[in-house]
């Protein structure tokens, strides 16, 4: 593992569909149920009706928001909307984007992966699941018999990005479109050589799940299923920190339980370096400049914004146990089982922590009395990412959050 093939993917006919952009979405899994009507109501043929259908009160076993995918799927091959290509490809996706200062060139390959065998899988994941998102993935899965969108694959081979840019630098896109600030290329590589330098330098490597952790392990579950198919759809990016981003998601704490507000710093201050700072965007500013350390950003409303600095990791340590180092000096790691869960007692439950990217939305939503408390993180590191992967661990979570998000609507794989 892990064994990957070019495909004949279907996309959208360009003389039935001309505006790309208004049929592709973001992943499933972003989707609130605002943008969803939004997209619903853009296009009607935008792929939000087939990844993420509605659901409705009338819904029964024979009709629901997995029966309707699969009809708008059949029914949009049968008019021409979708068209499966002729030659099998792979399809080389560049995300051109800015980060900061930085302007960069994501650029990596759409192909199909061969679902190992237990226990020789090569595909190291580094975040749990959960039983819920499982079972709504592989209904869909069942209902349309294919991907409708690829997870995200990470890789360490540098001569397969230096191959894909040598190819887009010749060849024109497919498709080509800007949404919300980044620009989204696709390419065919039919080449028979890149191919089959791509199928040797992949094979028996192992690669790191970035983004779809759900989404493989239902492909594992339908591959042994009657009728099951033995690969999926996924994109293939190199692990290289310069070309990817993470973004930090933040916490919201509904219930402090036992803990008073003002006892907090007193609970906190044996264990961390406190400085109180002004206003979210100069605590985001001085912890963006303690990211080689563990720190945390917390606010608790009425502008009392704090920056944390853990003084000892050792403390931490003593009471994150049956973990190896390198996951007890995850930042996240500390917060929820250190801070959250030992010095301050709050219970670490999706029922009591909600996430957030926006730092000043966080803040909003504890100034909305919404929320007692917010902590704010500093990104984890690609680098932190595969170590963990490699060590068979599971960070906590919403340890991670890779941007841009890869749209679906592009490519899909029909089996």
Known sequence: MPIVKPFKALRYNKSKVRNIAEVVTPPYDVIPPKMQGELYRKNKYNAVRIILNKTTSKDTASNNRYTRSKKFLTRWLKEGVLKRDDKDAFYVYTQIYKSGKRNIAQVGFIGLMKIGSEGKDKVLPHENTLATPKKDRLELTRAVRGNLEPIFILHDDSAITRALKKFSAKNKPVIDFRREGVRHIIRKLEDPAIIEMIERHMKGKNVFIADGHHRYEVAKMYSKEPGGSDHLMVYFVEADEAMLTVLPTHRLIKDLGKIEKDDIIGRLKKHFDIEKTADVKKMILRLS????????????????????????????????????????????????????????????????????????????????????????????????????????????RKSTYFYPKQISGLVINKH
């Open 289 to 396: 400049g303690l990211s080689a350390g563990c720190a945390f950003g917390m606010y608790l409303g009425k502008r009392r914004f704090y920056v944390l600095k853990l003084k000892d990791a050792g403390q931490s340590d003593k009471v994150i146990r049956d973990k190896p180092k390198e996951w007890k000096r995850l930042d996240v790691s500390i917060l929820h089982h250190f801070v959250l869960r030992h010095l301050l007692g709050i219970k670490d439950t999706d029922e009591n922590i909600e996430f957030s990217k926006d730092p000043f939305e966080t803040a909003k939503a504890v100034d909305s009395n919404k929320f007692k408390a917010a902590f704010f993180l500093n990104p984890t590191k690609v680098s932190q990412v595969k170590r963990i992967a490699k060590l068979g661990e599971r960070m906590p």
